[in-house]
């Protein structure tokens, strides 16, 4: 893992094989998101996503006391560009789109990264932590998760991804209008009835330990098979029907001439368990 340990907000390490654990390492901070915290982020799954070593990637938070608590609002409020007295208002506007820009970009990289990316959410996990969790493929949490999406609560609305992809994961607009201007916190089990997590857990050593098992089991696939699954449904998302039915006929056309193909052809006709090549 020596590749990975020159980042100073994250820890990565590999508790199965083909398995990347990524850690959001600020405990002191309620692993809070600064600007320099977030471009480590976004490096670190541009760098997962490019590494053939691995094939899925779970992300916790460092400690026992939160996943994130957001935007680390003592930081933003020193370094931010609204502190600038440099300029006009169309200025400020243009330096502040780029800011926020940068920032998206960023917590983007989990969405964009090939492997699929499972979240696990525990303790406090507001603001940030949301537009987080939506740019990962599968979400799950301990029972004391204290969710909530907080923008509202300091005066903007949410801009880093939740007000957009939210509503495309649960299947109530009236919840997602509810919950986002409200800025109230909602639980577990709401979160889980929602659609918004997909399994609860006791506490965050059970559940790292079920996303270890659950990566574990999605490592053992075809990884061609499994990112350009998660490549067709996020697609799906944003196209019609027909739209994606055509992507599908021009990936398959592909995949359908690789190895894995075959492999787990013949595998599942033999009874035995495939070894898939590294991608």
């Known amino acids: 893992m020596s590749a990975y340990s020159s980042y100073q907000y994250f820890r990565v390490t590999s508790p199965a094989e083909h398995v990347a654990h990524v850690e959001i390492n600020n405990p002191r901070r309620l692993n809070a998101f600064s600007q320099a915290v977030w471009l480590e982020y976004g490096k670190v ?12 990637a779970i992300l916790s938070g460092a400690g026992d006391r939160a996943f994130t608590s957001g935007l680390d609002v003592k930081s933003a409020s020193t370094d ?4 600038s007295s440099d ?19 960023s917590i983007s990289a989990a969405e964009k990264c090939e492997k699929p990316v499972i979240c696990v959410l525990h303790d406090v996990s507001i603001g940030l932590a949301i537009d987080i969790a939506c740019c990962t493929d599968i979400r799950l949490c301990t029972a004391n998760t204290r969710f909530a999406v907080k923008e509202v609560d300091i005066g903007l609305a949410a801009d880093i991804g939740t ?77 019609t029907v027909a739209d994606s039915l055509r ?33």
């Not at 599908?248 to 599942?268: I, R, Y």
Request: positive net charge.
């Open 247 to 279: 992507y599908t006929q021009v990936w398959n056309s592909v995949a359908l001439q690789g190895e894995d193909f075959m492999t787990a052809m013949m595998s599942s006709m033999q009874k035995k368990k495939p070894n898939f090549s590294k991608l």
């Open 80 to 83: 931010s560009p609204l502190t």
């Open 87 to 105: 300029g006009d208002e169309v200025r400020k506007a243009k330096y502040l789109r780029s800011h926020i820009e940068e920032f998206q970009t």
């Open 163 to 239: 007000l957009a992809r939210l509503p495309k994961i649960v299947g109530s607009l009236s919840w997602v209008k509810d919950v986002c201007m409200t800025a109230r916190d909602f639980s577990a089990t709401e979160a889980l009835a929602q659609g918004f997590v997909s399994q609860i857990h006791p506490d965050k050593a059970t559940a790292v330990a079920a996303a270890i098992n659950l990566a574990s089991l999605l490592a053992s696939k075809s990884p061609v098979a499994v990112q350009g699954t998660k490549e067709l449904l996020n697609y799906g998302k944003e196209h």
């Open 45 to 56: 799954f541009e760098q997962i996503s490019a590494d053939p070593a691995f094939r899925v």
